[in-house]
C-alpha cells in the first residue's frame, strides 16, 4: 500500500511577486523536510518520488524538501533528478480570476464594492492577510468562479476545466504509487478539490476546505485500488511555533 503526501507551497510573495517563495516560505519548506526525514528515515521509509506542479512556488518548495531529507546534493536553480513536474497540479489563476469578476461584482453589490476597496487598503499594510475584507473578497470571487456565475474571457480556465485537470492529475497517481511512498507539492486549491473528490464534498463546500489550508500544510492519505482512504488533512507538525503558521 503507498502512502501519497499532499503538501501546499510554503508562503508566497507579495501579489506583485506571488510566485516565488517569500524567506518565511522557504524556511517553511524546509522545516517539512527536516520533520519527513526525522520521521520516515529511522523506519528506512525515506519519500521515493517526489511530484511538483509546474509553478515556480511549488518547484521551489519541492526543491528545499528534498534537499533537506538528504536525497540529493543541493539543487540551487535545478529541479535535480528526483522532482517530476506535472503542471495538472497547478494553481487556477486567482489573480486572473480577480481581475476579470472584481470589478463585475464591485459594479452588482455595494457591499463587495465597499470590501473591495478595503482589501486594498488591507494588502497594502499586510500583503498575506487572509483576514477582513481580503477573506470576503476571496470567498466572494472563487464563489462566482466556481458557480460560473458570470462569462468568463476565453482563455480563462473555468471550474469545471480545473476540476477535471485535478482529477485526471490524481488518477495518474495510481502509476507512480503502489508500494511506495510519494509527495505531490502543489497548491491549495487542488489538494482541497482532490480531498473533496475522495469524500465526494459538494463543489459548494470544497472553498471551505481551500481557505484553512496552511503554507506547507500536510496532507496524508494511502493509495488503495479499492479506494484511497484520507489519514489526515493539513496538519503542521513541523510548525510549531504558531507565528509562522501563514495561509497565503
Not at 142 to 149: M, N, P, Q
Not at 193 to 222: A, C, E, F, K
Request: glycine letters at 8%.
Amino acid at each position: 500500500m503507498a502512502t501519497v503526501y499532499l503538501i501546499r507551497h510554503g508562503q508566497a510573495g507579495p501579489a506583485e511577486d506571488y510566485d516565488r517563495l517569500s524567506p518565511l516560505g522557504m524556511r517553511q519548506a524546509r522545516l517539512l523536510g527536516r520533520y519527513l526525514k526525522q520521521q520516515l528515515d529511522p523506519a528506512g521509509q525515506g519519500i521515493e518520488r517526489v511530484v511538483a506542479g509546474g509553478l515556480r512556488r511549488q518547484q521551489e518548495t519541492a526543491r528545499c524538501l528534498v534537499e533537506e531529507i538528504g536525497q540529493e546534493e543541493p539543487l540551487g536553480d535545478t529541479l535535480g533528478t528526483r522532482i517530476q513536474v506535472d503542471s495538472r497540479w497547478n494553481e487556477f489563476d486567482l489573480f486572473r480570476v480577480y481581475h476579470q469578476l472584481g470589478p463585475i461584482l464591485a459594479a452588482d453589490s455595494p457591499g463587495f464594492a465597499a470590501d473591495w476597496a478595503e482589501m486594498k487598503r488591507e494588502r497594502a499594510a499586510d500583503p498575506h492577510t487572509t483576514r477582513g475584507a481580503t477573506g470576503r473578497c476571496d470567498r466572494a470571487i472563487i464563489e462566482a468562479w466556481i458557480e460560473d456565475r458570470y462569462p468568463l474571457p476565453d482563455g480563462t480556465e473555468t471550474w469545471p476545466a480545473f476540476r477535471q485537470r485535478v482529477q485526471a492529475a490524481w488518477e495518474g497517481v495510481g502509476e507512480m504509487a503502489t508500494g511506495s511512498r510519494l509527495a505531490i507539492v502543489t497548491s491549495a486549491a487542488p489538494i482541497a478539490l482532490t480531498v473533496g473528490l475522495l469524500l465526494s464534498v459538494p463543489d459548494d463546500r470544497i472553498l471551505q476546505l481551500m481557505t484553512v489550508l496552511y503554507n506547507s500544510g500536510l496532507t496524508v492519505l494511502r493509495w488503495r485500488t479499492e479506494a484511497p482512504l484520507l489519514i489526515s488533512f493539513n496538519t503542521t507538525p513541523h510548525l510549531s511555533d504558531p507565528t509562522v503558521r501563514t495561509f497565503r
